[in-house]
């Protein structure tokens, strides 16, 4: 059996038990995270970073001086992704994102957007706070689009899941592996070590419900992101579509609800 057939056969079979009922999945990363200073530590900067701001089409980029030479590159990769995202979701956002971007994994570690201290494991967030994007550019121009992708697919996400409320994203608890899965197939930013975890997990029978709780962390990135391969090879991107909008009409809370009013 192809690793096609097999994601078909799987998926379908989850899919299909999600249409006749089951439990809502808590939130995993998927809701917008708070984080705080550990008690007795302070985040250090090493750096004073004198902020300018370039305004392109539907960026507001903040950058510092040294990063100048990148900025153009970067402004043309984030309005291809903003482009390329609008048409697919069609859907515009009405006023400029924030963008603020990093030379590098260290000097963005010390951004005070996320006032705890930043692990060297994240490569980059998004906040529904502001609709700030903020990443470090130290990639290969391909990872970096990907980034970019992955990026802006959550601030889509945020104004049209919660209409640009806040309040909204707060109380909101969407499963990690829809917004996360999202993400990762609209940037197209899997791999061939991702897709062997994914066949590992199928051949050991180890592929969650759509509605499991547990379902958090890099397995959330996976399993979403074949969710939506799926839904696209079976239901088209109109399909998409729907399941999103269901989504925003169940406050993102339960998938279940909007796999059946979807499909």
Do not use: C
Not at 95 to 115: C, G, K, R
Not at 238 to 256: C, H, I, Q, V
């Amino acid at each position: 059996m192809t690793r096609s057939s097999i994601r078909l056969t799987l998926f379908g079979l989850v899919l299909a038990g999600a249409l006749v009922g089951s439990v809502r999945p808590a939130a995993g990363q998927a809701s917008p995270q708070w984080y705080g200073e550990g008690f007795g530590k302070n985040k250090i900067q090493y750096r004073e970073f004198k902020w300018e701001i370039y305004r392109s089409p539907h960026f507001n980029v903040h950058y510092y001086k040294e990063e100048e030479p990148s900025l153009q590159k970067v402004v043309s990769f984030a309005e291809s992704a903003y482009d390329q995202l609008s048409r697919e979701f069609n859907y515009q956002i009405k006023d400029p994102v924030p963008l603020i971007f990093y030379a590098t994994h260290s000097a963005f570690e010390q951004n005070n957007v996320i006032l705890g201290f930043i692990p060297e494991a994240l490569g980059a967030f998004a906040s529904p706070a502001r609709f700030r994007m903020v990443l470090p550019i130290d990639l290969a121009d391909p990872e970096l689009m990907q980034l970019v992708l992955h990026e802006l697919t959550h601030i889509f996400q945020y104004h049209m899941l919660f209409q640009g409320s806040l309040a909204k994203a707060i109380a909101s608890s969407p499963p990690q592996w829809f917004m996360e899965g999202m993400a990762s197939y609209m940037a197209k930013d899997e791999n061939a070590r991702d897709k062997m975890y994914l066949r590992d997990a199928v051949v050991n029978d180890r592929v969650p419900s759509v509605s499991k709780s547990e379902v958090s962390g890099f397995l959330a990135y996976r399993f979403g992101h074949a969710v939506f391969d799926f839904i696209e090879e079976r239901w088209g991107k109109d399909g998409f579509l729907d399941f999103l909008y269901e989504m925003r009409n169940t406050n993102g809370s339960r998938p279940e609800r909007a796999i059946q009013r979807a499909f």
